[in-house]
């Protein structure tokens, strides 16, 4: 079993940037693939961004492309976001597989509660 913990969300003004951290506790993070994903109120899950579990394969949504970076260490998986806006507004989850990434949340068997993300215009 793995318990999923996101940090790093907040309140920052469009354009602004934040970084956010996705640890494990029971297993190491090294041997799952990650994915970030968000929901926004009223709005269904949508996929952000995954990366594998080497760190050399990533993936994005064409509407954080550009402006948001995936990457991982051997202990915790990040999501960098610049230019950040308002539409960017959501709670966001990391999530793990032992698969390959996938912008599929039925693909991933773990999931992290969630961090909110909220950015004034």
């Known amino acids: 079993q793995v318990q999923l913990v996101e940090s790093g969300g907040g309140l920052v003004q469009a354009g602004g940037s934040l970084r956010l951290s996705c640890a494990a506790s029971?297993?190491?993070?090294?041997?799952?693939?990650v994915g970030w994903f968000r929901q926004a109120p009223g709005k269904e899950r949508e996929f952000v961004a995954a990366?594998?579990?080497?760190?050399?394969a990533t993936y994005y949504a064409d509407s954080v492309k550009g402006r948001f970076t995936v990457y991982r260490d051997n202990a915790k998986a990040y999501l960098q976001m610049n230019s950040l806006k308002p539409e960017d507004t959501a709670v966001y989850y990391c999530?793990?597989?032992?698969?390959?990434?996938?912008?599929?949340?039925?693909?991933?068997?773990?999931w992290g509660h969630g961090t909110q993300v909220t950015v004034s215009s």
């Open positions: 999530s793990a597989n032992r698969g390959s990434p996938t912008g599929r949340a039925q693909a991933y068997d773990y």
């Open positions: 990366v594998s579990r080497s760190g050399s």
């Open positions: 029971g297993r190491t993070l090294s041997t799952y693939a």
